[in-house]
Structures are given as structure tokens and as C-alpha cells.
């Protein structure tokens, strides 16, 4: 109008070698006050209990400054719980946000894909079944290791079934729904024919639960998720462009297809690792990446943010569950109460736009 040319604003950029970013400020502040109240809630979850803590004194102790006494309720008694609860969130939250990506559709989670069934059905079916060898077989591997096994063969034969030159988000739902179903009657019939000792056992196993975790099991899953998010965090900087489609994404030179597999399996494997750390709990893959799209205002699930809030709402769920009601609660209950409404209000929702178009 006046004569002078106005430039678009661009975001700023930052690059470390061959590598660049670029340079959101909202999303990186809504993510460090995430981890911020993820930390605190850490160690309020660790201070809460029989012999009660405070906040500072858990910092202390955390930071190696602590009274022998808090160290040994904080480090051998508590930390255990608090650090399966952190890992496990990470790990649901991550595959979550992966998940819903590729298959762009809120409704895609591991819960819903079939890897936490085919976990569950694995374990049930080792704990269930009866004679030498599979007693044997539960106690050189474990569970852990069965329901890892499980998930990542469900997740599998998921994809494989889901494939027709090309991923279809609603195709990977609808076979994935149809195979939790199988692998759920599986669970059920195992129950229904085994000896009631052993359904106790899977039962408890089932509900999803971070009571009596040992160090051992820890560091197996803290490890293992580490790994993995390294994976995704080399994989991701090819990801993004796929959100565009894969014709851009073959034009810029991805090669979506190959990209697309490494990370649903680090997605899988993630499932699996939270799956045979605390069993199968529910929800938090689900709630996790809308719940951080929706602070971060991005237009599809955020890696980081989503691995963050996934922490968060476990940490917070298995506080809630040990706390605030009359009779402690496994923490897959409070993630089902607090699921449950979540996926109906996305329903809603995605009617509600579909109706509008």
C-alpha cells in the first residue's frame, strides 16, 4: 500500500552441525513447565506415605545430601515405585504420540492397536498354564520378558495385516480393534479353565499396578526405553515431513516407508517395555498425546511433550490411587476412570466435526 515490502515472520531457527531446528518458544516453555511439574510431583509421590517426607528433604536426599534414614526409605523402599511410574509414563506417552501420528487418527494407541492385549495374553498364558515347562519357562525368562514378546509379535501382526501398499490410519484402527478383541477372549478363556491360584496371580498382574517394583525391573525398563527414545530421536527429523503426506515426503527425499516402520516398531517396543514393567495400563498412550498437543497448540502429538505428560498423569494417577481414596487402588484403575471419558469425549468430538463438514 505505502510502498514498502512486508517480509513474513519466520521462526527463528537454530542448527548444531548438519542438523537444524527450528526455534518454538511456546512449545519448549510449555514442555520445561511440564518436566517441572513432572519433577515435583516426583518427589511429593516419593515423600507421601507410612513414614512421611518433605518435599525438600526428598530433593536432598535425591541430590545425595539426605539423612541415612531418608536415604534408605527414598532410595530402597520408594524410588523404585516413583522411577517404574516415570519410565512407564515416558514410554506410553511417546508410543502414543508415534502412534497417532502415522496413523493420524486420536484414537490410535496401543491400547486399542492390540499391543497391550497380545502383552497380556502372553503373560496370562504363562501364568496360567500349567506343567514343568511353562513354570520353567516363567522363571528363566519371566513375565517381563513374555509380555514384551507378546506385544511386539501383536504389533506385528498388526501391521503386516494393516498393510496395503500404504498404511490407512482407519484400516490400522479397525485391525487393531478386531485383534485386541481375539487376543481379550484369548485372556478370558485362559481365566475361565485355570485353577483359581493362578488367576489371582493374573488377575493382579492384569489391572495394571506399580506396587512392588524392584530395582531389577527398573533399570531393565529405564534402559530399554532410553534406547528406544534414542532411535526415535535419529528417525523423527525424517518424521516430520510425512505429516504432510508421503508424496512430499518422497519428493523431500524421505524414504516413508522404511522411516514409517522403524518407528512404529520403537512404538511397539516402547508398549512393551511400559507393558512388562507395570502391566497393562491403560489410557495413559491415549490421553497423553492429545493432552499435549493441546498445551503445545501443535498439529499433531509432540514427542517430547507427549513422553512428558505421560509421566506426569501416571505419577499423578499412582498418587491419587495411594492417597485420596479410602482403600489403595492399583493405578490402572484411576487411568480407566480417568481414560474412559477422555475417549468418549474424543468420539464426540470427531462426530461433532463430521457433522459440520
Not at 496395503?164 to 477372549?185: E, F, N, P, Y
Not at 516402520?261 to 512393551?272: K, S
Not at 495411594?322 to 482403600?327: E, G, I, K
Request: charged share 10%.
Amino acid at each position: 500500500m505505502n510502498g514498502t515490502e512486508v517480509k513474513p515472520v519466520l521462526a527463528p531457527g537454530v542448527r548444531l552441525g548438519r542438523m537444524s531446528f527450528v526455534w518454538r518458544p511456546w512449545i519448549v516453555s510449555v514442555t520445561l513447565l511440564l518436566a517441572t511439574a513432572t519433577f515435583l510431583l516426583f518427589c511429593l509421590s516419593i515423600g507421601v506415605g507410612d513414614f512421611p517426607i518433605g518435599l525438600d528433604r526428598v530433593i536432598a536426599t535425591i541430590l545425595g545430601r539426605g539423612e541415612p534414614v531418608d536415604e534408605f526409605v527414598i532410595m530402597d523402599l520408594r524410588m523404585p515405585r516413583a522411577l517404574a511410574g516415570l519410565v512407564v509414563g515416558i514410554a506410553l506417552g511417546v508410543s502414543g504420540a508415534i502412534t497417532q501420528s502415522i496413523a493420524r487418527n486420536p484414537l490410535a494407541s496401543p491400547d486399542v492397536l492390540g499391543i497391550t492385549s497380545g502383552a497380556s495374553a502372553v503373560a496370562v498364558f504363562l501364568v496360567t498354564v500349567s506343567g514343568g515347562a511353562a513354570t520353567a519357562v516363567v522363571d528363566s525368562v519371566g513375565l517381563s520378558a513374555a509380555a514384551l514378546a507378546g506385544g511386539l509379535g501383536t504389533g506385528l501382526l498388526v501391521y503386516l495385516l494393516a498393510w496395503r501398499r500404504g498404511i490407512d490410519g482407519l484400516r490400522l484402527i479397525l485391525i487393531g480393534i478386531s485383534v485386541t478383541a481375539v487376543m481379550q477372549a484369548i485372556t478370558t478363556w485362559l481365566l475361565a479353565t485355570a485353577d483359581i491360584g493362578d488367576v489371582a496371580r493374573a488377575q493382579a498382574w492384569l489391572v495394571g499396578s506399580l506396587d512392588n517394583r524392584s530395582w531389577d525391573e527398573v533399570w531393565i525398563a529405564l534402559w530399554c526405553t532410553l534406547g528406544l527414545l534414542a532411535v526415535v530421536s535419529c528417525v523423527a527429523f525424517q518424521f516430520k515431513p510425512m505429516h504432510f503426506g508421503d508424496e512430499i515426503a518422497a519428493v523431500l527425499g524421505v524414504r516413508y516407508a522404511r522411516v514409517r516402520a522403524v518407528l512404529l516398531l520403537c512404538a511397539v517396543l516402547l508398549a512393551g517395555v511400559a507393558v512388562s514393567a507395570a502391566g497393562p495400563v491403560p489410557f495413559v498412550a491415549l490421553v497423553a498425546p492429545q493432552v499435549a498437543m493441546r498445551l503445545t497448540r501443535c498439529p499433531t502429538p509432540p514427542l517430547v511433550a507427549s513422553g512428558v505428560v505421560g509421566a506426569l498423569l501416571l505419577i499423578g494417577a499412582d498418587l491419587v490411587a495411594r492417597t485420596a481414596l479410602p482403600v489403595s487402588l492399583p493405578v490402572g484403575v484411576v487411568t480407566a476412570a480417568i481414560g474412559g471419558p477422555f475417549l468418549v469425549y474424543l468420539l464426540v468430538r470427531a462426530n461433532l466435526r463430521q457433522g459440520s463438514q
